[in-house]
């Protein structure tokens, strides 16, 4: 399989390594030539443009921020994508942004998946990373061998958009996950209890989390807050939205991650 890759950013990069790694004949594109230059030294062709890179692709990865670079590239991939080929989503996006981009590729026979992932790039660069997966069984199948090159878990979650809804849901749980930690953690100080000597009660009892693990014994959120506190913000957005749109009631969970953002000073 001929594979695209545009999204060379701390995850996307370590991805595409993989797979040109892996074997799989590789063309990437960026708006930065920049960006291409640690692949300077791979059998990667660098694209003039996202329809140059369709044109030479079987499957074309996306990896960018938000649903309107996706809508942007997915609509300028489409352009050259020959019928048969395969535009896959690692973006975390609205799930409704996939299904969209799904309708305009279905009229050229493209197949559309959503396919975020879980792990970050330290994760995708020792092949380890958790690909969440939603579309039709047939096409995953098919990208399967692609997405081993990076991850040691595909996970098929059901049609289009059950993907991303997964990957919401673990966002929210983890941003509840982490104000409850630091606020945990915080209230043992203010009882006397020393909190770096507390997370290592947490780390071998049933208090123990990947979130309070994150943020260490001093339960201060400055720290995940410059790293990931508007990527949180937006995907509990995303997820409150779509909770909203089916009337279901998101609960406990949302109220923990609505602490968490304030508490990192980015309110939903």
Same mark, same amino acid.
């Given at each position: 399989?001929?594979?695209?890759?545009?999204?060379?950013?701390?995850?996307?990069?370590?991805?595409?390594?993989?797979?040109?790694?892996?074997? !799989?004949?590789?063309?990437?594109?960026?708006?930065?030539?920049?960006?291409? /230059?640690? !692949?300077?030294?791979?059998?990667?062709?660098? *694209?003039?443009?996202?329809?140059?890179?369709?044109?030479?692709?079987?499957?074309?990865?996306?990896?960018?921020?938000?649903?309107?670079?996706?809508? /942007?590239?997915?609509?300028?991939?489409?352009?050259?994508?020959?019928?048969?080929?395969?535009?896959?989503?690692?973006?975390?996006?609205?799930?409704?942004?996939?299904? /969209?981009?799904? /309708? @305009?590729?279905?009229?050229?026979?493209?197949?559309?998946?959503?396919?975020?992932?879980?792990?970050?790039?330290?994760? *995708?660069?020792?092949? @380890?990373?958790?690909?969440?997966?939603?579309?039709?069984?047939?096409?995953?199948?098919?990208?399967?061998?692609?997405?081993?090159?990076?991850a040691n878990a595909v996970v098929h979650l059901g049609e289009l958009g059950s993907g991303q809804t997964a990957k919401l849901l673990n966002n929210l749980l983890f941003t509840a996950n982490l104000g409850t930690a630091a606020t945990a953690l915080s209230l043992a100080r203010d009882l006397g209890v020393a909190p770096e000597r507390l997370t290592e009660v947490f780390a071998r009892s049933s208090g123990n989390s990947f979130a309070l693990n994150t943020i260490g014994g001093t339960g201060n959120l400055d720290r995940m807050a410059g790293l990931a506190g508007g990527l949180l913000q937006k995907d509990v957005r995303l997820i409150a939205d779509l909770a909203d749109a089916a009337a279901a009631r998101a609960g406990v969970v949302l109220d923990a991650a609505d602490a968490a953002l304030t508490l990192m000073e980015y309110p939903r």
């Open positions: 399989m001929r594979v695209g890759f545009v999204g060379l950013g701390s995850q996307g990069a370590p991805m595409a390594r993989r797979i040109i790694d892996a074997g !799989f004949p590789t063309t990437l594109w960026a708006r930065r030539s920049a960006t291409l /230059e640690p !692949f300077a030294d791979t059998p990667a062709r660098a *694209a003039a443009s996202p329809a140059d890179l369709a044109a030479a692709s079987d499957l074309v990865c996306v990896c960018v921020v938000n649903d309107s670079d996706v809508q /942007e590239i997915g609509d300028r991939v489409l352009a050259d994508l020959a019928p048969g080929g395969i535009i896959a989503v690692h973006s975390t996006v609205h799930p409704q942004t996939c299904r /969209e981009l799904a /309708e @305009r590729a279905a009229v050229q026979g493209v197949s559309v998946i959503d396919a975020p992932v879980s792990g970050g790039g330290p994760a *995708a660069a020792k092949g @380890r990373l958790l690909v969440m997966a939603g579309g039709d069984a047939d096409v995953v199948q098919r990208c399967r061998p692609v997405f081993e090159s990076y």
